[in-house]
Every structure is written in structure tokens, then in C-alpha cells.
């Protein structure tokens, strides 16, 4: 070992820090024989005493009590304010869910109530009778029996037609019995006409 | 007793997150002390001392969970958030320059016991030597009073020192070293060679 080893190891051999023991008596080993060393060591070791001595003045010292009722002071609103707003939390989650059920509730509510007027305004809109719109639509194409007259009495049967209706399904097919009554309205108009043809020939 | 002085600092921060306002105590009550010391020997004030002890573990009150425990140990990063705090102080007050012990109370409200009724001279002598000793520390330059603060009179390895410091082993190393030739330096030992001796230069020594 040199003064240089020496040197950069002086603090751990002082403090008792070196990396092992050997390394340690080297260095002794060494101040023995270098009177620069021997002196540094001496320095460092009076340097050591002195600030190890100042330290122990120091071990009483602690911070007041105040600080710690402060302290504790501190630690207890801070974990309540946590806590209320933990619970804050929580309690918006809940009202927010509360407020989807509740919207999700008046929806369905809603939807309810529109089919069930819908229902009432047409009861049998959803599955009309098939004669009936068959009937409506045009009446003279139904090949009924009982109805084979009706190509030679037209207002037999667009009376005939129009009672099915009124019977069967009134609201239904309204657009269907407003058509038979144009319908009737021109028969009457083309029978008038003729008539009036006739009495114009004799 | 000896069951409750065995649980871990990391321990008791859990305890301490978790709302354990015991934990808290004791952790406090553990690593109070040490926080305390280092500021009032970084800055020599004890007012200052009590504001950063205050402000470290208010700071872990109201963010507990910047602790890494990779980084080192909890000891280490509260006498880190001290120092950083304590800088901070200084830089603001710049209380320190002035070095008088007595300015605010604090070193002589009962830390130096009465002198010795055997041998008051030599417990004069004494208390003269800290008085010396505790200047020379104040007037040492930051970086370097810091590293003689944690390693010297805290006793710490170098590696917690490091992680204190917020720097590498060898900063830490090269700086006591250095901090401790300023003291040597300014405690009147420097550079003394009997007479009739010359200074040798340590790099030109091969013994």
C-alpha cells in the first residue's frame, strides 16, 4: 500500500468501515512506516472524535410535542375527509346508477303507454280480417256466391259491403268505406245520367 | 413491547395508509428524531428544524405513496424530502449564515449538560471544542456539510447517504472526503507538520 491508497481509504480505516480486515492492517501497517500518513490518520482520527462528540450532544434533541399533536392533529382530519370523500364517491356511483334505472323505468313506461293507446285506437289493425280487406279493396272481384248478383246490382252490393264493414271493422278499414261511398256516389251519378239519356231517346 | 418495536417502517406506512393513526404515531415517534437532528445540524436553527420535521411528515400524511421501496430505505427517503425541504428553507431565509448557537435557543435549552463540579475546566474545554466543532460544520460549504451531516454524524453507509443525496457512491465519497479536509482545515489541524518537518506530498510518498 502507497500514501495514495492511503489517502482514498483513510475515511473507512477512521469510521471503521473498510472492506475487510487486511485491507485495514495494511493501512495501519502503513501509517507505522510513513510519517505523512501516520499524521493524516492522527488528524482524521481527532477530527472523528470531535464530530462523534458533537453527535452525542445532539441525541436529545427531538422536535417538540406540539408538532406531534399537530401532526396527529393533521393525520386525523385528513383520514376522515378521505373517508367522506370515499363515501361521496360511492354515493354518486350510486345515485348515478339509481338515475339509469329510473331513466331506463320511464322508457319502458313511455313505451307502454304508447302501444297501449295504439291498441285502443286499432284493435285489430295489427291482424285485419282477410275478407273484410279483401272486400274493401274491391269488392266486385270476390267471387262470393251469395254475392253473384252484385255485377248486375251494383248498389245492392256496395250497400251489402259497406254494412260488412260498418259490422266488422268499423275503424279498420274507415279508408276502405270511404272509397265504397265514392264509389256509390258515381254509381248514382252514372244512373241519373242514364236516365236522363233515356227520357231524352223517347 | 418488543413485538411493537419489531414492525418494519414499510409496515407501518401500510398501517399508516390504511387510516392506523397509531402507525402513524410510532412511525413518527421512530424517525422524528432523526430528521430533526439533521436539520438543525444542517441549518443550526431549531425553528427551522421543527418546520421541516413538521412539513416531511405532513408531506407523507397527505401523499403517502411516493415512497419506492427499490430506492432505499424509508429512513432514507424522509431524510431526503428533509433535505429537500431544508434547502428550500435555507435558500429562502439564509438564517444559517448566521452561526450564533444561541440565536433562537436551541443549542444551549439543555442539550450540553451542566458542567461537571470534578472537573469544570476540562467540561468547559469540552463544550468549547463542540462549540468549535458545530461553526465549523455551519460554515462549510452545502454539498459538502450535507455529506459530513448524513455519513459522520448520522452514521449512515455511503449508499443510503447516496440515496439521501440524491447521488451517486462516489459523489458521496468525494465529497466527505473533501468536507472533512475543510474541517480538518478549519479546526486549526490542517496542514500542521512539527518543525523542523517538511510537508510531504501524499502522491510523491511510495512508502
Redesign the interface.
Known sequence: MNCKDFESMIHEIVSRRAPDKTKQLEALEHAGRCLWCALRLDEETKLTESLQAFARTLDVQRAPARVEEALVQAFRERTLWEGAARSGLAGKRLWRRLSWALAFAATVAVAWIVVLRTARVHPNSSVPPPQAANTAISPTRTPNPSQSNATEDPDKVLLQVQADLEREVPEAVAPAVLIAEERNEILANKEQTKTTLGKGEK | MAGVTEIRDEQLLRM?QL?D?DA??ML??RR??A???FV??MSGSASL??DV??EV??AL??DNRGYDPSRGSLSAYLLGMARHHALRLIKRDRTYVSISPTRDGSWDS???TPLSPENPHSEMS?RE??HL??QA?LSLPEHYREA?VV?????M??EDAASVLGCSVGTV?SR??RG?AL??QK?G??K??EAG?K??D??R???
Open positions: 399508516m387510516g393513526e402513524f404515531t413518527y415517534r422524528q428524531g430528521i430533526y437532528r438543525l445540524e428544524a421543527e420535521t413538521q411528515f405532513m400524511i397527505r439543555g442539550e450540553l469540552r471544542s463542540i466543532v458545530q460544520i459530513v455519513c459522520d454524524l448520522n452514521e453507509s455511503y465519497r466527505l472526503h472533512r474541517l480538518i479546526l489541524g490542517g500542521k507538520v518537518t510537508a510531504i501524499p502522491s510518498c511510495l512508502a
